[in-house]
Structure formats: C-alpha cells, structure tokens
C-alpha cells in the first residue's frame, strides 16, 4: 500500500517564491510503500510526525513551519499551479 504524507510548509520558511519573487507556501508530499492496509490511528500519527521531522531535518527547516495537511488539501493547492 502506498500512503502519501502531505504538508503544507509556510512562507516564513522562504522555501518557496510566487511569481514576482514574493515568499509564498510550498506543498510537500512524501510517498512511500507500507506493508498492511490497515494502520492504527495512532501509528498513522506517529508516520505523520516522522514525516514532518524527516522533512524538516532534510531542508533545514524549522518543524513548527511544516503543517500536515490533507492529501485534498494538497491536491487543490497542486491544481492551481
């Protein structure tokens, strides 16, 4: 099973520029394969969590700017671009 991990990471980590060079919010989403299809709430969590540790750790962002979000939410702020 694939499980998708999305986040929302805000402007004040400078990640991201719109158009005219503004700071603006980025979208993330970590992809990666889980052995059951059946994931306890509370382990689901936990993935969540990593996830957000793993993606701050990697771009050297503070973890408080990284939000998790909805794979929806996600998917909205994807079909604008």
Request: aromatic letters at 12%; one cysteine or more; charged letters at 35%.
């Amino acid at each position: 099973m694939k499980i998708r991990l999305c986040y929302r990471v805000e402007k004040e980590a400078g990640w991201g520029e719109d158009e005219h060079g503004n700071p603006t919010e980025v979208y993330s989403c970590v992809k990666f394969d889980y052995k059951t299809y059946n994931i306890p709430k509370n382990q689901y969590k936990e993935l969540v969590e990593a996830g957000r540790r793993i993606t701050a750790s990697q771009f050297k962002i503070d973890e408080n700017l990284i939000t998790p979000i909805t794979l929806n939410e996600y998917l909205d702020n994807m079909e604008e671009e």
